[in-house]
């Protein structure tokens, strides 16, 4: 089959490559350690010419042979390549936020081989406290376009800075960060609880459901920034190995997310039952976040499959960047 | 005066020495960059002998020349200095706990000067989620030995683990901690939200009061993990720059620290009105913790001063150590 569409997922620290064929089906995927804050640093010749700007040369590594076969094949990227540090600033949308409106909205930067790359816009909403996203807009574009009716989900994203988006009537109109994945990095590795730690490689299930049950439980009231010196004080007692704190703070913090979430989600919905929720992410990270959902009420939670790559299909083909391909989906 | 008693304050990366006369009134103080965790490592003779202890070098770096003057002088010291990691281990005591208990708990370790120092336990709270402190317990004897009825009170230790500590009939019965100032430590410095800050050396109040009314709001209902994230969204949109940042985020976090405080004591009391706050430790910190509390609805909340020396020198008046003395406070 032909290849239809390069579809970037370009974010911070790595750059994934897929290769697109008809209904946006994956024929091929590269993942590289090239993101727009590690950038390549070699001088080489691209299109003939000598070069060195970093975004030219994680492109070219990423897909210069696809592009060498596929010469006339659009290319589409999100993520924080579209950030002020990027390789060309796409200025946020606004909440609520279409695929309409964000397809309309693509910034384009020729790259020297003269190839156009089209990058996604980030979205913004304008609330008292602000929030802002890139790359996740696409992600929920993704799953928008996968599952028939979201009117009544809430659409999650762990990570680094989980988010937390819900739907309606085909907009992305509201969403809420939490930092936890990069507190939890920054507890383990710049403070006192670190010390204690150590890895094992292995998941510690038990350790991490007693992080999560200490969050829900009344001494959980007193929030992270107090349960988190348990982990030491368990450790000092006894009732934690040094290889069971890492899972043990991973439970508190995810937790305490899951459970200032459902606290507010309840309120915002008076006497409607929990929505569903739908998990895009890594897998092992979706897992984690599964059992805390569970834990805290939610019953219904399920994982989206290749979320990047089928919100950018669809960004794409709204865009009008597939009108010379045979087969859309 | 004759000098009656040496109290050191001996924690993990600073030793303060105090020289105190009758009524435990401070002579003299000193203050090294000898914390256990960095001691002096310059070989030196102490008492007509080479030594290498770090702990012994430290020692007689604080108060050789007074040792000198006065031989037969008790020493007492409190904090980390009492830890498994330590001088002498002097292991937990726990709650509750009285003067009279932890008097006639403490650990001797004889110098190579022949001189005993004597080291103040730390405490120990066996509850679901175990507590500990070392120092602050010295410092709480202080207080309750400088005021007269603290049935009603919460005394406050702010710092990098904030202590909250209740007494009653002379005892210290509960405390819990808050990681706090270690966390927000860890989040300018290792998280995204330092590379945007700029530090000012000067105290913002706007920008610390903003991050304590977040915290108080609804939006703070999401928790620290959330509402941090908003220390960057709202330097994106320009409402705030980046020297106002850092006191934007310790309001924050000082914020959730006592919303979460009050709201669990308001529970714990019932009906009660909140109990008068006693703030011990770092002025400009307990300033900040002053503006927090009030914020948060504890009308009364005052500052304690000398907390440490006093409750060195009731310890050793207790344990007996100053029996040689004429006069005593």
New interface residues.
């Given amino acids: 089959m032909q290849a239809q569409l390069i579809a970037l997922d370009w974010g911070t620290t790595s750059l994934r490559a897929y290769l697109l064929g008809p209904a946006g089906h994956v024929q091929n995927m590269r993942s590289l350690a090239c993101g727009i804050m590690q950038l390549p640093t070699t001088a080489r010749h691209i299109a003939g010419q000598p070069c060195i700007d970093g975004f030219e040369l994680a492109f070219d590594a990423a897909c210069g042979d696809w592009l060498d076969a596929n010469p006339s094949i659009p290319v589409i990227a999100c993520g924080m390549v579209g950030s002020a540090q990027g390789w060309r600033e796409a200025p946020y949308r606004t909440t609520p936020s279409s695929l309409k409106a964000l397809s309309t909205a693509l910034q384009t930067v020729r790259s020297v081989r003269g190839v156009d790359v089209h990058i996604v816009p980030g979205v ?1 909403q ?7 996203m890139r790359g996740e807009e696409t992600q929920v574009l993704g799953v928008m376009h996968s599952q028939p009716n979201l009117n009544d989900c809430l659409i999650g994203l762990p990570g680094s ?1 989980s988010k937390w988006v819900q739907v309606q009537d085909g907009c992305l109109v509201h969403f ?5 994945g ?2 939890y ?3 383990c ?4 609880l670190g010390r204690t730690q150590q890895q094992s490689g292995q998941f510690d299930g038990a350790a991490f459901e007693r992080g999560v049950q ?1 969050a829900l ?1 009344p ?1 959980g ?10 982990a ?3 450790g ?2 006894g ?1 934690l190995t040094p290889t069971q704190q890492p899972d043990y703070v991973s439970g508190l ?1 995810i937790g ?2 899951v459970s ?2 459902s ?2 989600v309840r ?1 915002r919905r008076g006497d409607k039952p929990l929505p569903a929720i739908i998990l895009i992410g890594n897998a092992q990270l979706c897992q984690r976040y599964q059992r805390a959902l569970r834990a805290c009420g939610f019953a219904d939670v399920s994982l989206a499959e290749q979320a990047t790559e089928q919100g950018l299909w669809h960004l794409a083909k709204a865009a009008g960047l597939l009108h010379h391909t045979q087969t859309e989906g």
């Fill in positions: 913004i304008h609330s008292t406290l602000p929030n802002v800075h809420d960060t939490f930092m936890t990069e507190l990095a920054a507890a590795e710049h403070t006192i200490v439980s001494d009231q007193l929030g992270p920034l107090s349960t988190l010196f348990s030491r004080t368990l000092l007692t009732q913090l305490h997310e200032a979430l606290r507010v309120q």
